[in-house]
DNA sequence: AGGCCGATCCTCT
DNA sequence: GAGGATCGGCCTA
């Protein structure tokens, strides 16, 4: 296994200041026919309600639900939750237990398993750079890249030794991010909370967003 | 390169 | 009963 697991605390944290850290780190899934790993590229924060402003784009924006519940339990847990009736999206969550708030994960560089990703996703092994972006540039896209799935994967703990789905720190570091605002949202649409690792060529969105057209960078910190 | 459209179904009001 | 943190195909240019 490549890396080491990241502390609790480090998802103990206002999610707009969890983002930004978060990339870099590996999302890796043991799976029974073998490891797959990304490298986390693209995120977006999403708020609970306890806060002011509210954001109103969270899922946890009314309350718990049976569909968000995760989101007011502990950190470092994975919410996978489905959506168009055929994709799959998973988040990261934030705060205290008792508080909402969570990390959308829109975009990984495959690590190791490429060739079984693009298995999954039922495409045809390419070389070169645009592969990667068609593999897990975008957030259902990278779920079915490392087939994750509600039934399967909902609730679990991402930070303990023996889950089958880990967040884990192989020491790359991303001293910059790309701040622009939050894709494919009608509520709160001005808000900067997406971050993605500038010049990558596996981020989400159309290439005006892809490559931070009216962005700004902050230092990583 | 960008815009529109349909697929498809779960969740909450 | 409506709408959604998407994707891929098809259209125009």
Redesign the pocket.
């Given at each position: 296994m490549p890396g080491k697991l990241l502390a609790r605390s480090f998802f103990e944290a206002r999610p707009e200041q969890v983002a930004p850290r978060l990339l870099g780190k590996l999302l890796v899934h043991r799976t029974p026919s073998g490891l797959l790993a990304g490298r986390i590229v693209e995120v977006?924060a999403?708020l609970g309600p306890h806060n002011t402003p509210p954001d109103p784009?969270?899922?946890?924006h009314?309350g718990p639900?049976?569909?968000?519940l995760v989101l007011f339990g502990p950190a470092g847990h994975a919410y996978v939750y489905?959506?168009?009736?055929?994709?799959f999206?998973m988040?990261i969550t934030c705060e205290p237990e008792g508080r909402a708030g969570?990390i959308?994960l829109r975009a990984l560089e495959p690590v190791v398993g490429a060739d079984r990703m693009a298995r999954n996703?039922g495409l045809k092994m390419e070389s070169g750079p645009c592969a990667a972006r068609?593999l897990t540039g975008?957030?259902?896209?990278l779920c079915q890249a490392l087939r994750l799935t509600r039934p399967e994967h909902n609730g679990l703990d991402l930070l303990d030794a023996a889950s089958l789905l880990q967040v884990r720190d192989d020491g790359v570091r991303v001293s910059e991010a790309l701040v622009t605002p939050r894709?494919?949202?009608?509520h709160a649409a001005e808000r900067l909370l997406r971050f993605a690792v500038p010049d990558c060529h596996c981020v989400?969105g159309?290439?005006?967003v892809a490559k931070g057209f009216r962005s700004a960078r902050v230092l990583v910190c």
């Amino acid at each position: 296994m490549p890396g080491k697991l990241l502390a609790r605390s480090f998802f103990e944290a206002r999610p707009e200041q969890v983002a930004p850290r978060l990339l870099g780190k590996l999302l890796v899934h043991r799976t029974p026919s073998g490891l797959l790993a990304g490298r986390i590229v693209e995120v977006e924060a999403y708020l609970g309600p306890h806060n002011t402003p509210p954001d109103p784009a969270a899922h946890s924006h009314r309350g718990p639900t049976p569909r968000n519940l995760v989101l007011f339990g502990p950190a470092g847990h994975a919410y996978v939750y489905s959506i168009y009736g055929r994709y799959f999206c998973m988040n990261i969550t934030c705060e205290p237990e008792g508080r909402a708030g969570c990390i959308l994960l829109r975009a990984l560089e495959p690590v190791v398993g490429a060739d079984r990703m693009a298995r999954n996703r039922g495409l045809k092994m390419e070389s070169g750079p645009c592969a990667a972006r068609e593999l897990t540039g975008g957030p259902s896209r990278l779920c079915q890249a490392l087939r994750l799935t509600r039934p399967e994967h909902n609730g679990l703990d991402l930070l303990d030794a023996a889950s089958l789905l880990q967040v884990r720190d192989d020491g790359v570091r991303v001293s910059e991010a790309l701040v622009t605002p939050r894709i494919g949202i009608r509520h709160a649409a001005e808000r900067l909370l997406r971050f993605a690792v500038p010049d990558c060529h596996c981020v989400s969105g159309p290439k005006s967003v892809a490559k931070g057209f009216r962005s700004a960078r902050v230092l990583v910190c």
